[in-house]
């Protein structure tokens, strides 16, 4: 059974920066592809970006050149790296896991996580 737990969300300052994680549990397809959410108040889930499993990744307009996804195929571990953080940036975080190819579309990831908190103050 495939289980995501993300760790790392809290309130940090407008500037500062955040790295969540994501565990991934019995997770063992190798060319699937995982991805990062995000869901503000009030609005659909947005696509922050992906990886691959060998390693390419793409990110969403809105993140571009702020975040970074890594991933450690040894630890089964998932990272978002969220630099230079806007307010627009507060929502929960959601990693997503998909058996197929990346896509930025919620609907193609079968596996998700709880989600973690990340609320960027003044």
């Known amino acids: 059974q495939v289980q995501l737990v993300e760790s790392g969300g809290g309130s940090v300052q407008g500037g500062g920066s955040l790295r969540l994680s994501c565990g991934a549990s019995?997770?063992?397809?190798?060319?699937?592809?995982m991805a990062w959410f995000r869901q503000a108040p009030g609005k659909e889930r947005e696509w922050v970006g992906f990886i691959s499993s060998d390693g390419w990744s793409n990110y969403a307009d809105s993140v571009k050149g702020r975040f970074t996804i890594s991933q450690d195929n040894a630890k089964n571990t998932l990272y978002l790296q969220m630099n230079s953080l806007e307010l627009e940036d507060t929502a929960m975080y959601y990693c997503a896991a998909s058996a197929t190819a990346c896509s930025n579309n919620p609907d193609d990831y079968i596996y998700w996580g709880q989600g973690t908190q990340v609320t960027v103050y003044p």
């Open positions: 019995g997770y063992t397809n190798r060319r699937g592809c």
